[in-house]
């Protein structure tokens, strides 16, 4: 079965030395790191520019090296979803909103609003990744990857009020409630829970 890459896969691929890419009509060589990058960044319709480009490449490598699979979260509203190891074994935990951490917009807010019933749906937590480069011009970002750049991420849990705590919505909150509860109480080998 042929693989199906994602420009932000593909270049991640290429760029540890683990896929080649040869483009019909060009060169018999396959594509460098380099020239792929300025080929996807450039011509990155869906992205809609260099710096959107460069800054979901910058929280995709993030989350690779945190040692997660991840995925294009399209079908859940977000960026990207998280899987702690094979896909076909197990459910996503999360549903990443990758965001320019230089330009906060209020407008964005209404996106994190509405993911987040996306998630709570889908049975996911939402993260929001915001991404800072220090180079941000257009050149630069052309040219290659931003070097070094900052990633905050925060996790989102649903608030619910009083009134909603009755039926299934408060399974899911108990259960993590308990879970950090446990993680927080150990004495001596034991675990002391409190009612």
């Not at 915001?130 to 040219?143: F, G, I, K, Q, T």
């Not at 991420?153 to 409630?177: A, D, F, Q, Y």
Request: charged share 25%; with cysteine; proline share 6%.
């Amino acid at each position: 079965e042929p693989w199906k890459l994602t420009l932000l896969e593909a270049y991640y691929l290429i760029e540890r030395g683990e896929l080649e890419v040869f483009v019909a009509g060009r060169s018999t060589d396959p594509l460098s790191a380099e020239t792929a990058w300025t080929m996807f960044s450039q011509t990155a319709a869906a992205f809609s520019s260099p710096l959107r480009f460069a800054q979901l490449s910058a929280a995709y490598n993030y989350f690779k090296a945190q040692g997660w699979v991840v995925k294009m979260g399209q079908t859940y509203g977000g960026n990207f979803v998280l899987y702690p190891s094979d896909p076909d074994r197990c459910h996503s935990q999360y549903c990443v909103l990758v965001r320019d951490g230089d330009n906060p917009n209020i407008a964005d807010w209404l996106d994190v609003q509405r993911e987040m019933r996306v998630a709570n749906q889908t049975s996911k937590n939402l993260v929001l990744c915001d991404v800072h480069l220090e180079d941000r011009s257009p050149a630069a970002l052309a040219a290659a990857p931003p070097q070094s750049p900052h990633i905050e991420t925060v996790i989102l849990l649903r608030w619910m009020l009083k009134h909603e705590e009755v039926g299934k919505e408060r399974k899911p909150h108990l259960k993590l409630k308990r879970k950090l509860n446990d993680s927080g109480q150990k004495k001596g080998g034991k675990t002391k829970r409190k009612s």
